[in-house]
């Protein structure tokens, strides 16, 4: 432990490193192969064969043979761990048991169709996240795919073959994997699929018409070829860094993808992944939030858009703005880009010129030094939602009736007006009718008002009246500005509530996450913090909370949670807190649980889980951000408290060691004295038949005064302890304060022989109700203090004093005074000021300070002028004695 209470660096590093050597991730090995029928489950029962010769512990958790016999044979000899059964719609299917697994805890486990998809109801919807949680428990994998699983690659073999790929799995997944290419030459495989080595006769003949043509697999075969070697250049560069021991390569290049709302932005994510795998570079996906909100289809969209930049490895950054350029532009330049990937606008149409081409023509404008990479959007993805955005404050119907019948009042005014100023003058007082509207209605009734009121002004104000012809120049003129106007003010009274809407969301995460750090930082304990965050949760979310704490390892719901979590809740709780990953709904972590789980981590541990029972169909992106950044603000509070209450008793185990240390010199100095003296007294006086009588009773006196130092120790003990334990009662009676004074000086008087004593104290009886063993106990201990502190004949002082309903005794002497640096520790057990001379536990004033706080009273101490030293016992008397009161 630090002087300063922190805890010790080091131990904190071994524990990092322990429970990362705990965690320690599997290998993953993938045999890839550009197509189905090239053999590569066979080639992975091989190599695991090679494993198990190796003495290895390898089980299959899932090898699809597809009844081939050759491949069937291979099984034989390796532990297999049977398939659990999932029931879909009524029909049995078979899964990889993944808890199984774990609990078996091979050494390799072979899992097969690594882009499988899962039944419904599984703990992941993807056996690729079945195999990652495999790794994650430190399990090696031994797996299959091919290359058109492949998120970047997806969209070429798409292309080249016209198949639609529906199960993909991330390249990230494949970083830090070991490829192994299962080849073979196109016209081979095709012959094996004649053979009816791949599919069953009919399956094979439609194959061969559509994805099996060999130009396909041609294709196929070198974008395998082609994602091979950028594996392995990979690695060779990786191995290049290290065995030159140079500083790691620094690229000059940074990616963004700008990412929103609507299908085109997927296949811009894996363009993006897919570039950035040959640049060997970072990449990052940003998504700016406008002042509009979204659709519920909108949103969900955006999310799935969102996730696949993460599943691809990609940092996600997400931004508010109005403008959507210039968001996009402030990321990029805060990140350090160097190349921005946009969608090349689909269309032709005047929409597109006007929003598509705008964005563009702004975004190559403003740039800068920013390059710009414009992609072609894939048509197959489906066209422009125009849809994406809610209407913010859409108008009721209400609000249309009130803005028609406001215009057919003022209407109604206008024409009483208009005898007095002509047709002209209703036509600003029309105006002016809509700009009040505006400040109540929204955009559709204040349009409606506009146009509503142009017409009326021209049918019934402007001549000819009873027409919507307008003969005049400047009529028409004026009649064309006054609609414009109307149009332009509606349209800017929508744009100015939109942003008052966006702003006042933007406070209310701004002021939700201000509000819990404050609070947080208050808190101090564990409790305090859950209180806080479940207070805080539930305010701006309206939804059921639960936060799970860890006890021994197992997580313990608290018990103010709102959230009541079920056998299934906490499962899902407990798997989100062993694999330190969000689970549960809104997630690719078992998401048929009611609840969003999202764990509480530091860098140094797991503390607990967060449970939130969201209502919501859909959770926003900035809602989701929101509730996990209020998760590792906790978390990092919870670590807090935890660190400063393991200190705290770090601390304390050090002052016990420290005192216990200190006890055992000081007693064992304290014991051998007057043992020695007494040993030595008892073997003269054995000796000492002979001797004088003054001489026998001078070794007998020795004899007494070890006892009595011996007796003296022991009680100091035993009063320690039960001062500590508390049950110290006072056994309150009355008494005269005098007689207790002179009972302790007669006490000491061996003690005290080489000092002269005076006794202060009035000539009237001073009654005071008090426990006299424990009051003559605290003086005896201030009159041995003395002594042992001051030269011998030194005067010691005695007084009792009865003063405003208080008892003042007090024992001042002529010694050296108390040091001022040592002052605020002179009651501290063991405490003894430096140069003392030998003798003494260090345990007098403690225990005299302990007896008077029994009391309900204070122990005081100072230095007197011209010398020496003053302690004051403070007793307080708020009874009146009993002879007083029968003396009234």
Not at 31 to 49: D, I, R
Not at 196 to 206: F, I, Q, T, W
Not at 255 to 272: A, D, H, K, M, Y
Not at 520 to 549: N, Y
Request: hydrophobic share 45%; net charge neutral; proline share 5%.
């Amino acid at each position: 432990m630090n002087g300063d209470n922190r805890p010790n660096p080091d131990a904190l590093l071994a524990a990092i490193q322990s429970e990362a050597a705990r965690r320690k991730r599997g290998q993953l090995k993938v045999f890839l192969g550009m197509s189905p029928g090239v053999g590569k489950t066979y080639a992975m029962l091989e190599a695991a064969h090679r494993e198990l010769t190796a003495r290895r512990d390898v089980v299959i958790a899932y090898v699809e043979t597809h009844g081939r016999k050759e491949t069937d044979a291979l099984t034989a000899g390796l532990a297999a761990i049977p398939r659990k059964t999932v029931e879909h719609r009524g029909i049995a299917l078979t899964e990889m048991d993944l808890d199984a697994v774990l609990v078996r805890r091979p050494q390799l486990a072979l899992v097969d169709e690594l882009a499988h998809t899962n039944t419904p109801g599984s703990r992941h919807p993807k056996r690729w996240q079945d195999v990652q949680e495999l790794r994650d428990a430190g399990i090696d994998v031994f797996t299959t795919l091919n290359v058109q699983h492949i998120e970047t690659r997806a969209d070429t073999v798409r292309q080249i073959t016209g198949t639609e790929i529906r199960e993909t799995v991330p390249d990230s997944v494949l970083d830090d994997a070991v490829l192994e290419l299962v080849d073979l030459p196109p016209a081979e495989l095709v012959q094996r699929l004649k053979e009816g080595k791949v599919y069953l006769p009919d399956r094979a003949a439609a194959a061969a018409q559509n994805f099996f043509r060999e130009q396909n697999l041609t294709a196929l075969r070198e974008i395998a070829l082609r994602l091979v070697a950028d594996h392995v250049g990979a690695d060779t560069g990786e191995f290049y860094r290290e065995q030159t021991r140079i500083s790691p390569w620094k690229t000059s290049h940074r990616l963004l993808v700008g990412v929103g709302p609507g299908p085109f932005s997927e296949p811009l994510i894996r363009w993006t992944r897919h570039m950035a795998d040959g640049l060997r570079c970072r990449w990052l996906a940003a998504h700016v939030e406008g002042p509009q909100s979204l659709t519920g289809a909108a949103q969900a969209q955006l999310e799935k858009n969102l996730a696949t930049a993460r599943e691809l490895g990609g940092e996600v950054i997400t931004t508010t703005d109005e403008d959507l350029v210039r968001g996009l532009l402030r990321v990029a330049r805060e990140q350090n880009v160097t190349q921005i990937i946009v969608g090349k606008p689909g269309g032709a149409g005047w929409w597109e010129w006007l929003h598509g081409g705008r964005l563009l023509r702004q975004l190559a404008r403003e740039s800068g030094d920013i390059d710009l990479h414009v992609v072609r959007a894939d048509k197959a993805y489906g066209g422009r939602s125009y849809s994406a955005w809610r209407p913010v404050l859409a108008s009721t119907f209400r609000q249309y009736l009130f803005a028609i019948g406001t215009i057919a009042v003022t209407g109604v005014l206008n024409l009483g007006l208009m005898a007095l100023v002509g047709p002209r003058v209703p036509g600003f007082v029309f105006l002016l009718a809509v700009m009040l509207l505006a400040l109540k209605v929204g955009r559709g009734p204040v349009l409606v008002a506009g146009a509503l009121s142009a017409l009326v002004w021209n049918f019934f104000f402007l001549p000819p009246r009873f027409t919507f012809y307008i003969t005049n120049l400047e009529d028409g003129v004026l009649f064309g500005t006054y609609f414009v106007v109307a149009l332009i003010l509606g349209q800017l009274v929508a744009r100015i509530r939109t942003q008052e809407e966006a702003e006042r969301r933007r406070e209310e995460r701004t002021s939700a996450l201000y509000e819990l750090t404050r609070d947080l930082a208050e808190a101090g304990s564990r409790d305090e913090v859950v209180w806080q965050l479940i207070a805080q949760i539930t305010r701006i979310f309206v939804a059921p909370v639960a936060v799970c704490l860890a006890k021994a390892d197992n997580l313990a719901p608290h018990p103010d949670s709102s959230l009541i979590l079920t056998e299934k809740e906490l499962s899902v709780a407990d798997w989100a807190y062993r694999q330190r990953k969000a689970a549960g709904r809104f997630t690719d972590n078992l998401p048929g649980a009611d609840a969003l789980h999202l764990p509480l981590a530091t860098e140094r541990k797991v503390l607990g889980v967060l449970a939130v029972g969201v209502k919501d169909k859909n959770l926003t992106t900035a809602q989701r951000e929101l509730l996990e950044t209020f998760a590792r603000q906790a978390a990092l509070v919870l670590d807090r408290v935890e660190l400063r209450n393991a200190s705290e008793q770090a601390r304390l185990l050090a002052e016990s060691d420290r005192l216990s240390q200190t006890l055992l010199n000081s007693i064992s100095h304290e014991l051998r004295t007057p043992l020695a003296a007494s040993s030595s007294a008892v073997s003269a006086l054995a000796e000492a038949d002979s001797a004088p009588l003054e001489y026998r009773h001078a070794l007998l006196g020795e004899i007494q005064e070890a006892n009595a130092r011996l007796n003296r120790i022991v009680g100091n003990l035993l009063d320690v302890a039960r001062l500590e334990s508390g049950k110290i009662q006072p056994r309150l009676d009355w008494h005269d304060a005098r007689d207790l004074v002179q009972t302790t000086v007669r006490e000491l008087q061996r003690e005290l022989a080489n000092h002269p004593v005076q006794v202060n104290a009035p000539a009237e009886p001073i009654w005071v109700k008090l426990d006299v063993s424990l009051v003559q106990h605290a003086l005896a201990n201030l009159l041995l203090n003395a002594v042992m502190h001051t030269p011998v004949g030194t005067p010691i002082e005695v007084a009792a004093l009865f003063s405003e309903k208080r008892l003042l005794l007090s024992v001042a002497d002529r010694g050296p005074g108390i040091p001022p640096d040592i002052m605020p520790r002179i009651f501290d057990k063991f405490f003894r000021a430096p140069g003392a001379v030998t003798g003494g536990s260090g345990l007098g004033l403690t225990i005299a300070k302990g007896f008077v706080e029994a009391h309900g009273g204070a122990i005081t101490a100072a230095n007197r002028p011209g010398g020496g030293a003053i302690f004051t016992l403070h007793l307080p008397q708020l009874e009146t004695p009993p002879q007083i009161e029968v003396g009234r």
